[in-house]
């Protein structure tokens, strides 16, 4: 089974920036794609970034393009979120998550005409890490 260890998370002013770290064990010969979530409490879980198998074509949040920035370092099983310009608007637990396949599954709301990714579509989740964001 594999298991995922998610850390970096902290308190930082606005407009400044923070390094989310996921490092996976137990992956054996599967694919994974590798996704990162954020949840303040009473809201559901977001889809913030998603990296596939291959490391190309990430996918962002519309609220976090151009200010965040997914890597995959499989040398090391570890997927790294770069986080800047953050803003009080981004605090939250944030969550990575394994989803079998390797590939970032999305899902096109035609009201909206954004695409978003699934927390359903992956199966095993690190424990959180909270990020702070003050004023």
């Known amino acids: 089974q594999v298991q995922l260890a998610d850390s970096g998370g902290g308190v930082v002013q606005a407009g400044g920036s923070l390094t989310l770290s996921c490092v996976a064990s137990?992956?054996?010969?599967?694919?994974?794609?590798i996704g990162w979530f954020r949840q303040v409490p009473g809201k559901e879980r977001e889809g913030v970034s998603c990296?596939?198998?291959?490391?190309?074509?990430?996918y962002y949040l519309d609220s976090v393009k151009d200010r965040f920035t997914i890597s995959r370092d499989d040398a090391n099983n570890a997927v790294s979120l770069q986080m800047t310009s953050l803003t009080p608007n981004d605090t939250a637990m944030y969550y990575c998550?394994?989803?079998?396949?390797?590939?970032?599954?999305?899902?096109?709301?035609?009201?909206?005409?954004?695409?978003?990714?699934?927390?359903?579509?992956?199966?095993?989740w690190g424990q959180g890490t909270q990020v702070t964001v003050s004023a």
């Open positions: 990296i596939d198998w291959r490391g190309v074509s990430p």
């Open positions: 998550a394994a989803s079998r396949g390797g590939l970032c599954k999305r899902y096109y709301d035609p009201t909206s005409r954004t695409s978003s990714f699934s927390p359903t579509d992956f199966t095993v």
């Open positions: 137990r992956l054996g010969h599967e694919k994974y794609a």
